[in-house]
Every structure is written in structure tokens, then in C-alpha cells.
Antibody
Framework: QVQLVQSGAEVKRPGASVKVSCKAS????????INWVRQATGQGLEWMGW????????GSAQKFQGRVTMTRNTSISTAYLEVSSLRSEDTAVYYC????????WGQGTLVTVSS | DIVMTQSPDSLAVSLGEGATINCRSS????????????LAWYQQKPGQPPKLLIY???TREFGVPDRFSGSGSGTDFTLTISSLQAEDMAVYYC?????????FGQGTKVEIK
């Protein structure tokens, strides 16, 4: 069955970077876009960006441009989201999701930004 | 950018009763060349990732109970739960995937009365 398994929780200082991984299984990794969505505690869903695992092409929401990098390693069917210059407002659960619409989701990775 | 607005923000419904959630997009999400509305609905229960319920505005995802239905076209959409069950208590989100950014509505919390 389709599964997206994300890396574990992270605690980072303001100004640092974090890299979250999303390992896909149960399907051909390069056949579906990977999207990244975040959710602050008690808040709604915020779409961050997408990546085409086949070509490596990616795009992000304007508010994240210049601070977010989406990459992949096709040999291990894994997508990555890196967020730099972290601030407290980036504290959230980060999800990867497959396809458009998003028909399979990772379990989420809590990123806490605190001094 | 397309902005998605849901109403109400929350609603309390008795078990067995119906629930209706509305979603409006700031621009049409109907693609004229294929006559499809690029609109999805998700359900999120506490501590879980969202789950896709409906796509193309009215197509149920495999395994989703038929008490969930979607309707609408263009800019106005509705998610209906025909007979609320206890396991339907959740937050529901609409999302447009017509273009990027693939915006979500703010969510509607459904509680049991």
C-alpha cells in the first residue's frame, strides 16, 4: 500500500535550518508530485510548495520563496523539505502529501523553533 | 492567488442528522476544456494527517462512505454529510488544485451536539 514516512521531530534555534524527509513506498516515486503542507498548533492547513520527483522541478508559495528548498533522491524514493532562517512562527507540523489532489499523506513532522 | 473561504467555521450536529459545509473560491476553479472543477475536500481528525474525501468537487475517494457527498461548480461548493456518525467529528477543509498556490479553506469544525 502507498505509504509516506517522515523523519522525526526536530527542535531548532531561531536562524537555523531544518531538513525534513519523506520516504515513499508502495508506488513509483517518480510518477506523482510531492507537496508540502504545514499546520501550526490549532491552526489550518498551509500549502508550502510542490516538487516533481521525476524532473526535480519545484515551486513554492510566495511567502516561502528564498527560504524553502525541495529536493529528492530517486534512488531511495525520498523527498526533502529544507527550511532556512527559522523563526518562532515556523513552529508547526510539516506534512508531505502525494499527488494532486493530495491522496496520501505522511504522518507529519513536528518542528519546534525555540531559543 | 485564489482564496478559499469556508462557512461556517464550526457547527454542532446531532447524531443521525445532516451537516452542510460551504466553500467559496475567489475565482472559478472550473476548467472549461474538460468541464472539471478542481476542488477537493479533506477530513482531519485530532492528531492525524488530513484524509482526502472528495475530488473533482463530487467524486468520492475509494473507501469513503456514501453519506459524504460533494456538489457545486465554478466558485461555490458544498460538502454534505447525510447522517452524522460519531466518527465524523473532525475538521473539514476544502482545497482548490486549479492552480498554485494550492490554497485550503480555513476549515470547518464539526462537533456532535
Amino acid at each position: 500500500q502507498v505509504q509516506l514516512v517522515q523523519s522525526g521531530a526536530e527542535v531548532k534555534r531561531p536562524g537555523a535550518s531544518v531538513k525534513v524527509s519523506c520516504k515513499a513506498s508502495g508506488y513509483t516515486f517518480t510518477n506523482y508530485d510531492i507537496n508540502w503542507v504545514r499546520q501550526a498548533t490549532g491552526q489550518g492547513l498551509e500549502w508550502m510548495g510542490w516538487m516533481n520527483p521525476n524532473t526535480g522541478g519545484a515551486g513554492s508559495a510566495q511567502k516561502f520563496q528564498g527560504r524553502v528548498t525541495m529536493t529528492r533522491n530517486t534512488s531511495i524514493s525520498t523527498a526533502y523539505l529544507e527550511v532556512s532562517s527559522l523563526r518562532s512562527e515556523d513552529t508547526a507540523v510539516y506534512y508531505c502529501a502525494r499527488g494532486v489532489p493530495f491522496n496520501s499523506w505522511g504522518q507529519g513532522t513536528l518542528v519546534t523553533v525555540s531559543s | 492567488d485564489i482564496v478559499m473561504t469556508q462557512s461556517p467555521d464550526s457547527l454542532a450536529v446531532s447524531l443521525g442528522e445532516g451537516a452542510t459545509i460551504n466553500c467559496r473560491s475567489s475565482q472559478s476553479v472550473l476548467y472549461s476544456s474538460n468541464n472539471k472543477n478542481y476542488l477537493a475536500w479533506y477530513q482531519q481528525k485530532p492528531g492525524q494527517p488530513p484524509k482526502l474525501l472528495i475530488y473533482w468537487a463530487s467524486t468520492r475517494e475509494f473507501g469513503v462512505p456514501d453519506r459524504f457527498s460533494g456538489s457545486g461548480s465554478g466558485t461555490d461548493f458544498t460538502l454534505t454529510i447525510s447522517s452524522l456518525q460519531a466518527e465524523d467529528m473532525a475538521v473539514y477543509y476544502c482545497q482548490q488544485y486549479y492552480t498554485t498556490p494550492r490554497a485550503f479553506g480555513q476549515g470547518t469544525k464539526v462537533e456532535i451536539k
